[in-house]
């Protein structure tokens, strides 16, 4: 079973990435996904998050207008489309799988499966 996650990259302030992860090994079409991200220095913290059909989200506070989480349960991915970008969303970002019954978790510890991370740098 793998998550992997891609699309980070180095963009100026305000523009935008598309983050996707795609799952492997097993579906994923039942289970809450989210989108975890670590500053350098920093614990890693919640961004996004959609419950198995799409039709919940939950976005951080810092993020809310400017990204966009959703998913293709036929294709076994999820994307976080990020516009806007700021210097202070550089991070190192993770999809990760909460296997849990209802609305994903809140905390990582929740999460059962967690892609490798792809970082994304935002210069000012």
């Known amino acids: 079973v793998q998550l992997q996650a891609f699309g980070g990259g180095l963009v100026q302030a305000g523009g935008s990435l598309r983050l996707s992860c795609v799952a492997s090994?097993?579906?994923?079409?039942?289970?809450?996904m989210g989108w975890f991200r670590q500053p350098p220095g920093k614990e890693r913290e919640r961004v996004a998050t959609i419950n198995w059909s799409g039709s919940t989200t939950y976005y951080a506070d810092s993020v809310k207008g400017r990204f966009t989480i959703s998913r293709d349960n036929a294709g076994n991915t999820v994307y976080l489309q990020m516009n806007s970008l700021k210097p202070e969303d550089t991070a190192v970002y993770y999809c990760?799988?909460?296997?849990?019954?209802?609305?994903?978790?809140?905390?990582?510890?929740?999460?059962?499966?967690w892609g490798q991370g792809t970082q994304v740098t935002v210069s000012s």
């Open positions: 990760a799988a909460d296997l849990g019954i209802g609305t994903p978790g809140r905390s990582a510890a929740a999460y059962d499966y």
């Open positions: 090994g097993r579906t994923f079409r039942r289970d809450g």
